[in-house]
């Protein structure tokens, strides 16, 4: 998902403090360099202390601060930063951060990492300028899948998916997926036992339904202000530098899942959210149930423009359900307070539309990859 804002792409999650609604804008050198800081201790300190170290230490590296400032403030995010520099490295770039990153390299990471900018500076300065972080984050199908199957076993009718901010479309292909859900020594799978792609989530509390097989999905379509082209190698490549360097399992799980879309294309709208939604709303077959989701996508639409989608959604005749991955606070609906220093998702369905009363449901609590989940029992559904 793209952050390009009146669209429908989003990283995922960059940090509550820089996601709820907005994006920060940075006014003076000391706030951009205290920004970093505050965002590397809340977003990267436990998952990718290399960036962390980075952030921490930017103050240190003028010519680095001077490079980030001159771009506007959309563009002076930390994760596109950094998935800029990756980018270069994944493409072949010889430089010493290449061994800081896979661990053959002692040498502190940020001196380093501000030499592969600043010795690299027009093709950075390119990147930033014209490319936003996207973040296609095939773990979350993990949640998504448990998401269709509850509008499945709920509606009794094959589903007709609405996937808000989809990128390059890799979590469409969810039922080409395996997905084994662990609780202590117990496993639970659905999907093909000979699938491509075989995801994990630990499932810490609660007992959800899971059948053997996914929801049947009669009808499904992205909607992306700027959808990736899985089949273009240098997007493909986009896609793997908006992922962290110390994490093989993500870059690996990516990569499986881009070959199975480049296999199996799913069709996406090239549109904004409102206009994509009311597209996909109008096509989506009668005797279908209606889902839309997001996974961290909903915090980087602006209030008018959330306000706008659930208004079609609303007026549409037809019983729907949204289902979100979402930070605490973000899907106002969920009536949750904000916690902008907490990463963990809330898990949630709202049922709208159809002539029925609007019903809120907060289903659980997961990490915002997929790496685990929390599903409350249904006594408190």
Same mark, same amino acid.
Request: charged fraction near 25%.
């Given at each position: 998902m793209n952050t390009r804002f009146g669209g429908v792409s989003g990283t995922g999650p960059p940090s509550q403090s820089a996601s709820i609604g907005y994006l920060r804008v940075v006014p003076d050198f000391g706030d951009l360099i205290d920004f970093y800081r505050s965002y590397g201790a809340s977003s990267f300190a436990d998952d990718e202390p290399a960036y962390a170290e980075v952030c921490e230490n930017l103050g240190d590296h003028p010519e680095l601060v001077e490079l980030i400032a001159g771009h506007d403030p959309d563009a002076q995010q930390p994760n596109l930063l950094f998935a800029a520099v990756h980018y270069l490295l994944l493409g072949g770039l010889d430089h010493p951060l290449r061994h800081v990153y896979d661990g053959t390299s002692s040498l502190p990471v940020a001196p380093v990492f501000a030499d592969a900018v600043l010795t690299n500076r027009s093709a950075i300065d390119e990147l930033m300028q014209n490319e936003r972080t996207q973040t296609n984050e095939v773990g979350r199908s993990a949640v998504v899948a448990l998401m269709l199957n509850d509008a499945y076993q709920r509606s009794q009718e094959p589903l007709s998916w609405i996937d808000l901010g989809a990128s390059g479309g890799l979590n469409l292909n969810i039922d080409r997926f395996r997905i084994e859900y662990t609780t202590g020594e117990r496993s639970i799978a659905t999907g093909p036992a000979n699938a491509a792609l075989t995801l994990r989530c630990e499932l810490r509390n609660g007992a959800p339904t899971i059948p053997s097989t996914h929801a049947d999905i009669a009808w499904r379509v992205g909607v992306d202000r700027s959808p990736v082209q899985v089949a273009d190698p240098s997007q493909a490549r986009w896609l793997q530098a908006c992922l962290w360097p110390s994490q093989p399992e993500r870059h690996a799980r990516m990569a499986a899942a881009i070959t199975i879309a480049q296999a199996h294309p799913q069709r996406i709208i090239g549109a904004d959210a409102v206009d994509g939604v009311a597209q996909a709303l109008a096509e989506a077959p009668a005797d279908t149930a209606l $889902? &839309?989701?997001?996974?961290? $996508?909903?915090?980087?639409?602006? !209030?008018?423009?959330? @306000?706008?989608?659930? @208004?079609?959604?609303? !007026?549409?005749?037809? *019983?729907?359900?949204?289902?979100?991955? !979402?930070?605490?606070?973000?899907?106002? !609906?969920?009536?949750?307070? &904000?916690? *902008?220093e907490v990463i963990d998702s809330l898990v949630g369905r709202v049922e709208m539309g159809g002539g029925m009363p609007e019903v809120s449901t907060v289903l659980g609590l997961s990490h915002p990859h997929g790496a685990w989940l929390d599903w409350y029992a249904p006594e408190t559904l």
């Open positions: $889902v &839309i989701t997001t996974t961290w $996508v909903w915090c980087y639409l602006p !209030e008018a423009t959330q @306000k706008a989608v659930l @208004k079609l959604v609303r !007026e549409s005749g037809r *019983r729907v359900r949204w289902y979100s991955l !979402e930070g605490r606070g973000v899907v106002a !609906e969920l009536g949750q307070p &904000i916690e *902008r």
